[in-house]
């Protein structure tokens, strides 16, 4: 995973602190986003819409994409999920958007670009259409298989909706669609690799 810049770093702990408060039952579950400029790593935004589904991009961002800039998104998911299909989707909508990052509470981190020329691709795989996605049935597809091992141990609830998006975006990667990074926190990564000792026995 590259070094955070200029305002990054700042703002990935401000992202990842609220997350962990969320866990901690201290904060309220919403979501924030913040916005940096591609070129400088100089903070356009940081905002919330008090949802605790997501945020969009709001009047500055939106604002600087109009005058030719291009952004870096960084926001925080309250739990351990990875890029969602609706995150890799706000990148194909917004092409000046380059690379959408996720900040989760333990520092669990994750970095979500597409590649140029796979846009088409990518929407074909996570757009919704009837309510469900292909993304959302390869999701589905970890969770009732390749981690029904997992479903009678109390110790590893909820712990295949957590890595479940994560193992889809392996898929993406591996496939040739997107860049896709990541960072695990102490205590994910030791959940992570109890499980898969358990998967793959």
Partial sequence: MRSYFGAE??????????AKGVK?????DI???ASVDAG????????????????????????????????IVHHN???????????WMAL????????????????????????????????????????QSRWGARRNYHILNSFSRLSSNREFDGLPMDISPHCVNIFMRDSG?????YSFGVEFEIMVVKAMSIINR
């Fill in 9 to 18: 770093e700042a703002l990935s702990q401000q992202l990842s602190s609220y």
């Fill in 24 to 28: 901690e039952k201290i904060e309220r």
């Fill in 31 to 33: 979501e924030y986003i």
């Fill in 40 to 71: 400088s790593f100089e903070k356009i935004e940081y905002r919330t819409d008090g949802r605790p589904d997501g945020a969009d991009l709001g009047p500055d961002a939106k604002l600087h994409i109009q005058r030719g800039g291009k952004l």
């Fill in 77 to 87: 998911h309250n739990s351990l999920h990875s890029l969602s299909s609706v995150d």
């Fill in 92 to 131: 194909v909508n917004e092409p000046n958007v380059i690379e959408n990052w996720v900040h989760c509470g333990d520092g669990t981190r994750y970095m979500g670009k597409i590649i140029e020329g796979k846009e088409s691709i990518v929407r074909y795989f996570c757009q919704k259409r009837n309510g």
């Fill in 177 to 181: 669609l997107v860049e896709y990074k």
